[in-house]
């Protein structure tokens, strides 16, 4: 999203897919410090661990391919330690 001057927004949601421990979607935190950040996985031993970890976030466990969240829901998504997990 953009202002009416053209400069970009802070996000105030994030999505972070296959966010495995919760390590990056906590760096996102850093760089987009008002954003409400959470964080998705496929393994719950990941999920607990980020949940531990880092509880001011919340974590979603679902797959990347299907959220089943609604269209829009977050201003970005990022995908930090999911792309080695692709099949190429």
Do not use: W
Not at 57 to 62: I, M, P, Q, V
């Amino acid at each position: 999203p953009h202002s009416e001057g053209g400069v970009p927004e802070m996000p105030k949601s994030l999505l972070d897919l296959g966010c495995s421990g919760g390590f990056s979607t906590h760096e996102m935190s850093k760089a987009f410090p008002s954003a409400k950040l959470t964080g998705m996985d496929l393994s719950p031993y990941f999920l607990s661990v980020a949940k531990l970890s880092f509880p001011e976030h919340t974590f979603l466990h679902g797959l990347a391919e299907d959220t089943r969240l609604p269209d829009a829901s977050f201003d970005v998504v990022t995908c930090n330690f999911l792309l080695h997990e692709l099949p190429i």
